[in-house]
């Protein structure tokens, strides 16, 4: 019988029954300390010995004695009887307790004189000055630095005693695959144990991977008794959903506690945590995303609480960029993209599907929305923990909009400039709400191919509240891309599916079927419609559709052939005040470069005779060009 609800407790819940439901192992290792980097100290480290051990020159010059110098002067140089040429870390002998710099003295036959007196001390570096021998150098607890491994070299540290957990970690499931084996149909690449792995031995964990096991009680059963016989952690990877090929739980059961199966989080809601041996047994959902919830939230906590490195939370404040709206009662987790837009740090929310490995490659970041909370409004301003470099948002341009290839090819070149673009497919619409907002750098649109934005019906009624500038990125063709050549004669007799009803590309075959006289009940799957171009081309591409409006580009991109029917420009709208930005003048040298132009010539799918153009259109529709000379931008 298919188990169809878990019984779920909540985050706060599940974290304490977590927490104190295990003894710390207290289990500590001697790390190298050239390994030691990011590790945690378990016992408090002392010096072996004085550093320096002795007096030591802190200047190239002579050691003196400073009552011999008390009366120097210009007007009254001494010439000294008794001192020493000594260099920057020599030994200065215990009879001087002074040194000269050499460009203060001057030589006169054998002996030195100088013009000015020297005080008790100077340019000597003291015995102990840095640390005496037995003392503090760094207390339990400490997170190991790069800049701290220097350190205890110097104090005659070579091994650092660190907090240390095992952790065996089974991967489940008779669709998996291993890592660099392609996978059939059906199959996927075990990835969630890599990904646990690498998470938690960053923490200090010391982690292994058990070989794949099928779904099968008896063999997860088999691979849990060993696992946790030699390990303080157990993770095991999928089976902990409601499904009916689901061992997991039973297997737990059948060996120990199952304290808690399904926690009201999402991602991650299948989540359970069972005691074997008095050791904890968490089992990850084996979608990616719920995955990465868990091994965030449970597994990562526990190994804090055990004196682990704790993982990297550094928080900032931002407004969303668009609405986002949860399920209330549950704790969920949502990758963002943060980026910085004026005085403002702005959030764009991705996509929170499980099995969306790419939502947290594209985002910097993710919000915690508490279960009371049914949602946000755009604008709303909450709390976003970065999961890379705090400066890189800085570097990162948020576009909202209608998206090409040609985009991509100009993300790959301002990659190497140091600069993150991360687009949001939104269409034109989209594009022109998140204008309103000032919530994306620039806005990527599909536009009429007349040069005249006043021929654009979709924009006019927007100039009078906004002051915009378009960056010509290329002229595309819009076309019907399909598995084998067709005609338009064909449509009638093909598996169509088609795009929003407010993009650019609905709208041209709107008007192609209305020039042609074709009802679009005729079609098999107008109706069918999906979020962008290239779910248009990745449906023909698997054949579940034969036909589909898109962009030359993007059906080149996925193999397919392409009927051309109309032209349109491709362009960054933009407010007009963000020229200024230093980052997006970088963005438009890069546009106007030979570089990208030969990106986009050597495709063969844009025409690039305007590329980098600038065109702005006031309030008033009054419209002029921009040129861009020496990073500098000048009305014409």
């Known amino acids: 019988m298919v188990k169809r609800y878990l019984s779920l407790c909540s985050l706060e819940e599940a974290l304490n029954l977590l927490k104190n439901s295990f003894v710390d192992p207290s289990r500590t290792e001697l790390v190298p300390l050239i390994e030691s980097l990011g ?51 020599n030994i200065v002998p215990p009879s001087f307790d002074a040194v000269i710099m050499i460009e203060d003295t001057w030589q006169d036959g054998e002996k030195y004189l100088i013009r000015k007196s020297a005080a008790p001390g100077q340019h000597i570096r003291a015995a102990g000055e840095d640390i005496f021998e037995n003392r503090l150098v760094l207390p339990r607890g400490h997170r190991i630095r790069a800049f701290d491994i220097g350190a205890l070299a110097t104090y005659g540290i070579v091994r650092i005693n660190a ?56 063999e997860i059963k088999k691979a849990m008794v060993s696992a946790v016989e030699t390990n303080d952690l157990v993770l095991i990877s999928a089976g902990s959903s409601a499904g009916t090929r689901d061992y997991t739980s039973q297997v737990i059961s059948s060996l120990g506690e199952l304290i808690f199966h399904g926690v009201a989080v999402k991602p991650g809601k299948p989540v359970m945590l069972g005691k074997i041996n008095q050791k904890p047994v968490i089992g990850l959902p084996g979608y990616p995303l719920a995955a990465q919830t868990a091994l965030r939230e449970f597994a990562a906590p526990l190994l804090e609480a055990w004196g682990l490195a704790p993982a990297p939370r550094h928080r900032v404040r931002a407004k969303l960029a668009t609405p986002l709206s949860t399920d209330i009662g549950f704790d969920e987790f949502v990758p963002v993209t943060v980026g ?42 909450l709390d976003v923990f970065l999961t890379t470099d705090p400066a890189s948002i800085e570097r990162t341009l948020i576009f909202s909009g209608t998206l090409d290839p040609a985009l991509e090819e100009l993300g790959i070149i301002a990659h190497d400039q140091g600069m993150f673009i991360h687009a949001v497919n939104t269409g034109n619409a989209g594009a022109l709400i998140a204008l309103k907002r000032h919530a994306c750098h620039a806005a990527p649109m599909n536009l009429p191919a007349s040069s005249l934005l006043a021929d654009c019906p979709f924009i006019l009624p927007h100039l009078s509240s906004m002051d915009l500038a378009f960056v010509h990125i290329a002229m595309i063709q819009q076309g019907i891309a399909s598995h084998d050549s067709i005609t338009l004669e064909d449509l009638t007799s093909l598996r169509y599916i088609n795009t929003r009803k407010d993009s650019s590309t609905r709208m041209a075959f709107d008007q192609l079927l209305d020039s042609k006289g074709i009802d679009p009940s005729q079609i098999d799957g107008y109706h069918h419609e999906v979020a962008n171009l290239k779910m248009v081309a990745a449906a023909i591409r698997n054949g579940h559709a034969d036909a589909g409006m898109c962009t030359s580009g993007i059906a080149k991109a996925h193999g397919l052939e392409f009927l051309p029917l109309a032209r349109e420009q491709y362009e960054l709208a933009m407010h007009r005040e963000m020229l200024a930005d230093s980052r997006i003048c970088t963005l438009i040298s890069l546009i106007n470069s030979p570089v990208y132009r030969n990106r986009l010539e050597y495709s063969g799918a844009y025409d690039t005779s305007r590329t980098g153009k600038i065109r702005s259109v006031s309030g008033d529709k009054t419209e002029c060009e921009i040129t861009f000379e020496n990073n500098s931008l000048v009305l014409s």
């Open 39 to 89: 590790r945690i100290v378990a016992a408090p480290i002392y010096a072996k010995y004085s550093v320096p051990e002795v007096n030591i020159a802190a200047m190239d010059g002579i050691a003196v004695k400073s009552r011999d110098t008390l009366d120097a002067s210009d007007q009254s140089p001494v010439t000294l009887e008794e001192c020493t040429l000594v260099n920057t870390g």
């Open 163 to 218: 907090r240390m957990v095992n952790v065996g970690i089974i991967p489940t499931g008779s669709e998996l695959v291993p890592l660099g084996v392609r996978p059939s149909p059906g199959q996927v690449v075990e990835s969630n144990t890599i990904m646990a792995q690498v998470f938690l031995e960053a923490m200090g964990a010391h982690c292994t991977r058990l070989p794949i096991v099928r779904a099968d009680p008896d």
């Open 340 to 381: 910085r837009i004026g005085p403002a740090y702005w959030g764009v929310p991705n996509s929170r599907s499980s099995g969306v490995q790419m939502a947290t490659i594209k985002a910097n970041g993710y919000s915690h929305i508490p279960a009371p909370v049914e949602g946000y409004s755009a604008g709303h301003e």
